[in-house]
């Protein structure tokens, strides 16, 4: 279910839990604090993430309504 200490350390070649935890966010991997300030990873996120098929949805892109400048007022 998660990912063990030892595999956290091994995935982010990192020992400190606030380190793991930066890092983790700058590769995409969502996890959370544990109260002891551990940190905790859902194996089958990483797994996801990592394998290239992401169940994240698709970023939303946002763009003007060039057609309301086309539009005519009554």
Excluded: Y
Excluded at 36 to 50: F, P
């Amino acid at each position: 279910m998660f990912l063990t200490d030892d595999e956290i350390r091994e995935l982010t070649r990192r020992v400190h839990h606030n380190v793991q935890s930066k890092t983790l966010s700058k590769m995409g991997i969502e996890h959370r604090l544990r109260p002891d300030g551990s940190v905790a990873v859902l194996r089958s996120h990483v797994e996801s993430i990592l394998s290239g098929k992401s169940d994240k949805k698709t970023k939303m892109v946002t763009e003007p309504n060039w057609s309301a400048l086309n539009a005519t007022s009554a």
